[in-house]
Antibody, heavy 119, light 107 residues
Framework: QLQLQESGPGLVKPSETLSLTCTVS??????????WGWVRQPPGKGLEWIAS???????YYNASLKSRVTISVDTSKNQCSLILNSVTAADTAVYYC???????????WGQGTLVTVSS | DIQMTQSPSSLSASVGDRVTITCRAS??????LAWFQQKPGKAPKSLIY???SLQSGVPSKFSGSGSGTDFTLTISSLQPEDSATYYC?????????FGGGTKVEIK
């Protein structure tokens, strides 16, 4: 059974860099049929898509974050990573890893990891 | 970007009621529409994709319909475990965008 597990620091200081990793088990991140990505949810608010990547290297970013975000995959570790630079309090959120069927819908989610930006 | 507008933003209904949530896209998205259920402190759960296809393992009391710009999610007989926030999402084009959510409460 597919499992997505997010990991990363729970607390990041303003202006610093946030790094998150999604470890995939029960499936291969190198499968051609899927994109891997990140969605975030500020406390008490709705869902915001951040970025998606195919193992072949195709990437898509939310334009509102594109200048600060990098998404990547490590096929040897079966992991997807997200880097968000120059964070502010507005980046405080639960960050979810998600799998999207190629050309289709999101069908699997990680449990999420809360990241708080505070000094 | 395609804007997704859900209504109502919240509703309260009784056990056994039929509940309908609507989602409108700012431009046509064919049937590239998904619905998710999210309970407090939990990750979203995929319910419906392609506007009307039930995700594996989701009970048949959930159904979806629509195409183009207007979509609905229906819960045929509301149960206490259905208390949650429901989100629609379009995947017709990037950026993927979500509706603002509909919070469903049990009277």
């Amino acid at each position: 059974q597919l499992q997505l597990q997010e990991s990363g620091p729970g607390l990041v200081k303003p202006s610093e860099t946030l790094s998150l990793t999604c470890t995939v088990s029960g499936g291969s991140i190198s499968s051609s049929g899927y994109f891997w990505g990140w969605v975030r949810q500020p406390p008490g608010k709705g869902l915001e898509w951040i970025a998606s990547i195919h193992y072949s290297g195709n990437t898509y970013y939310n334009a509102s974050l594109k200048s600060r975000v990098t998404i990547s995959v490590d096929t040897s570790k079966n992991q997807c990573s997200l880097i968000l630079n120059s964070v502010t309090a507005a980046d405080t959120a639960v960050y979810y890893c998600a799998r999207r069927v190629y050309g289709g819908h999101v069908d699997s989610w990680g449990q999420g990891t809360l990241v708080t930006v505070s000094s | 970007d395609i804007q997704m507008t859900q209504s109502p933003s919240s509703l309260s209904a009784s056990v056994g009621d039929r509940v309908t949530i609507t989602c409108r896209a700012s431009q046509g998205i064919s049937n590239y529409l998904a619905w998710f259920q999210q309970k407090p402190g939990k990750a979203p759960k995929s319910l419906i994709y392609a506007a009307s296809s039930l995700q594996s393992g989701v009970p048949s009391k959930f159904s979806g319909s629509g195409s183009g710009t207007d979509f609905t999610l229906t819960i045929s007989s509301l149960q206490p475990e259905d208390s949650a926030t429901y989100y629609c999402q379009q995947y017709n084009s990037y950026p993927l965008t979500f509706g603002g959510g509909t919070k469903v409460e049990i009277k």
